[in-house]
């Protein structure tokens, strides 16, 4: 079978606005949890259809129902008037039900071409059509309006761009119902456009999209119709133009907006950590001074510079130039060691790659860093190291069975608790929170901002880096916007509207578009 | 329905009380069995002897269970142990001290241990291919710096050593011990057994966490050549001579006894106890059939299929858990 681009285009059957795929008392038990009570729903052909709720509140389960990936356990699923088994991924595909995982699931060691037609290559005689492929991915990738090279490896693009590739992928085999699970947490807001002008034109084709996402805004940008889950049970379906945000945030939580910025005022301290015309490796001339009680946010785009200016400052990179003050003396943090023993924390921005050991129980990564401390000599007591890790289970709320639950087996947003709380038996003094709540629902995320509340009561500075522009503005005491690697702007508690801060963070951007070759 | 139910729960049942046999269990039942079908294996020399052939294993296999849960393997540790016994008897015969002989072999091995470390942390090569290399190059070495020949060692007491005994048990069985216990200390009861964990399970969130990586890595391949040393000096008083080509293939018995341990290649997962068992289960399956006059060819291939079944069981076993 090949794939070209002139099969680009899907060809859905149904009219627009009729019943493509209806759940009738769909369900799932798993042993001990009942993770999806019967929900009844009737998505429509050519609309743009998003579900949210909380972390836990069923929107996995009933993406892995729609995909095949596990069986119901029971009611009917009607595809295009006729009952289907759907057990199998295979089956889903065949019918043109696809998924873009919030993980891009693809092979970074094998070409963007490669990963386009992979399990559908073009061979002739048993051989590769390697150049034909890439010529064809290419076109694939220019019609969609991508600025990306078809024939580089998957892995050398940045995961923003995996993502744009992985949702092209989906497009090309005959795709009438495509589900998009969290696909902008890894998007730059260049990317997250071209991803949504890529989602209104599949639907202006008559493909049925599914967007599951967090973010409010790109919910009421978007969706058609809107379905709140919680606790596995469907509670609303709305369509857009009849809600609003406190009204979705009201269904999924049962608490209103005001409760989940949780910003307490503290008069700021002395000076933590000041740099002084900092620089490094993609960033330069960075002064930014951390006091205690107060959050210090930085915003910008990714890639501009934040997470590279944190890492530096933790000793990860070596820097340029420029001086790093901690307390008022000047300090050399040539390792993250130093970092640490001067009282800094970092909780990275991918807790999978850098924030997590997985597969070791929950309490040994809630107490790494502190190990240390809690031996005597050469030993490990064991009493400090159970009270320690029960004492942040506790505080944190972390849902866990026991400390030797392991870590892969929590829920995202009880994983980023971790990463979190494994600093607070520590006793930092700066701690830096980068993209603390990106794949983290609401629950969580009031949660984790009391937390920074916590611990600035207690006299800790904090630099919290996010990309998510109502995060930084709702908390920030200083907030500090970067583009290219440059500190261009610095604002106090809500001293600047929305549109000037996004402005100053995309300036540049906008008028050098498309400069991704 | 319920009268299929039934007999389909009945198997199901077995089969648990089949994954229920610990590791330890099967070398008892194994012994068991032997012992009844054989008149020769409830014999204190036998006994003694197949403690002394499952010592020398169980202690690599000890210190390359932590390189494998730092995510790495170690391929040289049967090199090693040629190569030590060369040292060892190089120096004896030297009139070295048994003491400094001794001593000065096991720092060989902390320094190939150091080598490997370098090569990984500072030149960035992956552990298997490090370890390929130096598994070539010292038995290289060795059969230069001997001509090939084997040399005999000129010291009664060093040799008395491997076939003396303490209440009953042999000298070579109570360095088991003397391994096993600060080993299961220092890995489970010290911070330094932890950041093995954390460095085997996600290196950059150890990193980000405080623990120093490169010297957790160090410290795993140094013990491991360390431990090395230590079954070489064992082997060389044994035999009584240096050979550089003696431990062949003790380095995929030592993987073998890890992982039939319970040792995961991924990483992360191991202990201590695991690995010793394990070793014994693979000297005893060598030693049965011996016993029971197994072709030696068959041997080869029956160990390689109980290697299959004991992983593929334990692993069911654990995933029930």
């Known amino acids: 079978m090949t794939s070209t681009a002139q099969e680009l285009h899907p060809a859905p059957t149904l009219a627009p606005g009729r019943t493509i795929l209806e759940l009738n ?15 009844h729903l009737a998505f429509k052909a050519g609309e743009i259809h998003a579900i949210v709720g909380e972390n836990g509140a069923g929107k996995s389960t009933l993406i892995k129902l729609l995909t095949g990936v596990m069986p119901r356990t029971s009611g009917e699923v009607i595809w295009e008037g006729k009952p289907t088994a759907l057990a199998t991924p295979h089956e889903a595909m065949a019918l043109g039900i696809n998924a873009v ?12 071409a490669a990963n386009m037609f992979l399990g559908e290559e073009e061979s002739r005689f048993g051989l590769l059509q390697q150049r034909a492929m890439v010529k064809d991915a290419q076109k694939i990738i220019d019609g969609l309006g991508f600025d990306l090279p078809a024939h580089v490896m998957l892995g050398d693009l940045t995961i923003g761009q995996q993502q744009l590739i992985a949702a092209a992928r989906a497009t090309v085999r005959g795709t009438k119902f495509l589900i998009f699970d969290e696909p902008t947490a890894y998007l730059t807001r260049k990317e997250a456009d071209q991803l949504f002008k890529l989602i209104r034109r599949l639907k202006g084709e008559g493909v049925t ?13 978007l969706a058609d119709r809107v379905s709140v ?3 596995g049970t469907l509670v609303g379906t709305r369509n857009i133009a009849e809600t609003d945000e406190p009204e979705l945030v009201k269904l999924m939580i049962n608490r209103s907006i005001e409760q989940i910025y949780h910003k307490e005022h503290f008069t700021a301290g002395a000076a933590i950590v000041e740099t002084k015309n900092l620089s490094g490796k993609g960033f330069e001339n960075v002064s930014v001074t951390v006091r205690a009680g107060e959050i210090v946010g930085l915003y910008g785009l990714i890639g501009a510079g934040r997470s590279e200016f944190v890492t530096t400052l933790y000793g990860r990179h070596r820097k340029s130039a420029g001086q790093i003050l901690w307390q008022g003396k000047e300090v050399q943090v040539n390792s993250e060691h130093d970092a640490i023993r001067l009282g800094m924390a970092l909780a990275p921005e991918s807790r999978r790659d850098q924030g997590l050991c997985l597969n070791l129980p929950v309490g040994m990564n809630l107490n790494l860093p502190i190990y240390k401390r809690i031996s005597s000599n050469l030993l490990i007591s064991g009493a400090k190291e159970k009270a320690e890790a029960d004492r942040q289970i506790a505080d944190l709320r972390i849902k866990t069975p026991t400390r030797h639950a392991l870590a892969s087996s929590l829920s995202g947003g009880n994983q980023q608790k971790i990463v979190i709380g494994k600093w607070l038996a520590h006793g930092a003094k700066l701690f830096i929170f980068d993209e603390p709540t990106v794949g983290v629902d609401v629950g969580t995320k009031a949660e984790i901002y009391r937390l920074f509340s916590t611990l600035l009561s207690k006299g800790a500075g904090i630099i919290l880096i996010s990309s998510y522009l109502p995060e930084v503005y709702e908390l920030a005491d200083t907030l500090h916007v970067f583009r290219r690697g440059k500190l261009v702007a610095t604002h106090g508690f809500r001293t600047a509207s929305h549109e000037d801060i996004l402005g100053q963070a995309l300036a540049e951007k906008q008028e050098k578009s498309g400069g991704q070759k | 329905m319920s009268t299929e139910a039934i007999p389909a729960e009945k198997p199901k049942r077995n089969f648990n009380a089949l994954f229920g046999l610990t590791l330890l269990g099967l070398l008892l039942l194994m012994w068991i069995v032997l012992a009844v079908a054989t008149p020769s294996f409830a014999t204190t020399l036998n006994i003694t002897n197949l403690l002394r052939q499952g010592s020398l294993i169980a202690i690599l296999a000890v210190g390359q269970t932590f390189v494998i849960i730092t995510g790495g393997i170690d391929l040289s540790v049967g090199a090693v142990v040629g190569f030590t016994t060369v040292i060892v008897a190089l120096l004896i015969n030297a009139g070295w001290p048994i003491w400094a002989a001794v001593l000065i072999t096991l720092l060989v091995g902390v320094a190939i ?23 070539t190059s010292l038995r290289g070495i060795g059969l230069l710096m001997t001509n090939g020949n084997s040399i005999s ?36 009861h010290t911070r330094w057994g932890r950041y093995l964990f954390s460095v085997g399970s996600n290196a950059e969130a150890a990193r980000l966490s405080g623990v120093n990586v490169p010297r957790t890595i160090f410290m795993a391949y140094v013990l491991s050549g360390l431990l090395a040393a230590i079954v070489g000096v064992l082997l060389a008083s044994r035999i009584g001579i240096g050979n550089p080509t003696q431990g062949d293939t003790y380095e995929l018995q030592a993987i073998a006894s890890s992982v039939i341990g319970g040792t995961s290649l991924f990483g992360a997962i191991g202990s201590v106890h695991g690995p010793l068992i394990g070793s014994f289960i693979l000297s005893t399956i060598n030693n049965g059939a011996n016993l029971l006059n197994v072709n030696t060819f068959w041997q080869r291939v029956i160990t390689g299929l109980l290697i299959i079944v004991i992983v593929y069981f334990d692993g069911l076993r654990r995933r029930g858990k």
């Open chain 1, 25 to 39: 008392g769909l369900e799932k038990r798993y042993p001990g949890t009942h993770a999806l009570k019967p929900v």
């Open chain 1, 101 to 112: 995982h919030q993980e891009v699931v693809l092979c970074r060691h094998l070409t963007v």
């Open chain 1, 209 to 221: 999209i599914i967007y599951i996402s967090h973010r409010m805004e790109e919910v009421f940008e």
């Open chain 1, 229 to 231: 889950l919680r606790d």
């Open chain 2, 113 to 135: 241990g150091l080598f490997h470390g370098f090569g990984i942390v500072k030149m960035g090569l992956p552990p298997f291919i490090i370890t390929l290399a130096t598994m």
């Open chain 2, 153 to 188: 060692i000129n010291s009664d007491s060093f040799q008395a050593f491997s076939r003396g005994s303490l209440a009953g048990i042999p000298y070579l069985f109570w360095m088991v011990i003397l391994v096993a216990i600060p080993s299961y200390v220092f890995l489970h």
